[in-house]
């Protein structure tokens, strides 16, 4: 862990803040790996491409109901319980898709588990992780910390994401069905939880009492910022539900029907991705230092939704991968000033819930798309996902420079 404190983390991170980025590591493992075998499972198993859209949608419908529900009590639960709360949900996940291939008991796994078809963090573990973090650093080096947060994980799914292949080439090896192979790699997703519950279980006293346990009487979940955080929530469901259309379980059956990749060459491009993404993460903080958090969030994401377009439209397989690839390295360095500003707007004991509603659309409003996405990819294998993931994505851009460009907070410009 000190290796990971003096290498990567910034100088005045805790070591809780060691310990967060260390399990958000080990899911997004288990995320990124996932999150790529999910369609070629369904498909092997008889199911179609309305499936994978359906599913998708429940599982990130789910997500955001639970993100919610706990984001509004979260200032009176202890964190640490929370988030091995949320490992038991996690292993049991991964045990209820390595026990069945049935559509409608995968169905309700997927709503209430914690099985991520985006391969980005829309998980109940959010909220409570990011407002953990948002005090583990000086206010100066929160979007530093935020960013090295968002890498780790970033660099992990895309390791999983590479690893995706490893179920068909072990069907391939031994006789197995990929569908019997990839049943144990959702056990071994469920392990993960395990080892996560390990590490949270390492977490300060401070995480072991709600965060509003010391006053006399419960604070509402939101107070002041409340305006702010919910006018910043309308626009994220936007960017949310045009994320929705490209979530990497849809990316990846359209790699497939459009392009007819291979599933290990599906994975070895969406591995590539979050590897660009993850890096790309590290300029955030300084560009923010230079022109402000909104701007670094909207002129950072409206190339890469440009981007995003040019793969649908490209002739080929290597023009797409090159566009989704340059879309990769620009499209994620929003997230660490997106995160840090919502930090900075709100309370300290306000925090779980402003990153509880803020990032509940990155759930809900996405969890309508991929069914969407799928019949589209069902009736067509031109990339339309794509392309109104694109544009809607591209109009959260400027609503959001139009609306906050002016608002911007003093301390995370200091230095």
């Not at 292993?91 to 391969?119: D, I, K, Q, R, Y």
Request: aromatic share 6%; charged share 10%; glycine share 10%.
């Amino acid at each position: 862990m000190r290796g990971i404190h003096l290498a990567i983390l910034p100088a005045t991170a805790t070591r809780d803040a060691r310990l967060l980025v260390a399990a958000r590591s080990l899911r997004s493992l288990g995320d990124g790996l996932t999150s790529v075998l999910l369609p070629a499972f369904l498909l092997a198993a008889g199911h179609s491409e309305l499936a994978v859209g359906v599913l998708s949608t429940a599982a990130l419908a789910g997500s955001a109901a639970l993100t919610l529900a706990l984001g509004l009590v979260a200032h009176r639960v202890a964190p640490r319980s929370t988030l091995l709360a949320a490992c038991l949900l996690m292993l049991l996940t991964g045990l209820g898709f390595a026990a069945t291939s049935v559509f409608a008991v995968l169905l309700v796994v997927a709503f209430v588990g914690t099985l991520n078809p985006s391969g980005g963090d829309v998980s109940v573990f959010l909220p409570t992780e990011q407002a953990l973090l948002a005090g583990a650093a000086a206010p100066t080096q929160r979007t530093a910390l935020f960013a090295r947060y968002n890498l780790c994980a970033a660099l992990a799914v895309a390791v999983g994401a590479l690893a995706a292949g490893v179920p068909a080439r072990l069907a391939s090896a031994t006789g197995a069905s990929l569908v019997d192979t990839s049943r144990l790699t959702f056990a071994g997703y469920g392990l993960l939880g395990i080892g996560c519950a390990l590490v949270y279980r390492r977490l300060g006293p401070a995480t072991r009492q709600a965060p509003g346990a010391s006053r006399e009487a419960p604070r509402r979940a939101l107070g002041p910022s409340r305006g702010a955080v919910l006018r910043l929530t309308a626009l994220f469901s936007l960017d949310s539900f045009g994320g929705g259309f490209v979530v990497n379980s849809i990316l990846v059956l359209w790699l497939l029907s459009r392009h007819g990749l291979s599933l290990e060459a599906a994975g070895a491009v969406m591995s590539a991705a979050a590897l660009l993404s993850a890096l790309s993460q590290l300029g955030s903080a300084p560009i923010a230092r230079r022109i402000g958090l909104i701007r670094t969030m909207a002129f950072t994401h409206l190339p890469a939704n440009a981007f995003l377009v040019g793969a649908a439209l490209a002739p080929g397989p290597r023009g797409a991968i090159a566009c989704l690839l340059a879309r990769a390295a620009l499209s994620q360095m929003d997230v660490p000033a997106r995160q840090a500003y919502v930090m900075s707007l709100v309370q300290p004991d306000e925090r779980a819930a402003a990153s509880s509603v803020t990032n509940v659309p990155r759930s809900l409003a996405s969890a309508i798309s991929p069914t969407l996405a799928g019949a589209l990819l069902g009736a067509s294998s031109f990339g339309w996902p794509l392309v109104i993931g694109g544009v809607l994505k591209a109009g959260y851009d400027l609503l959001l420079l139009a609306g906050f460009r002016h608002r911007e907070p003093a301390d995370e410009r200091a230095e």
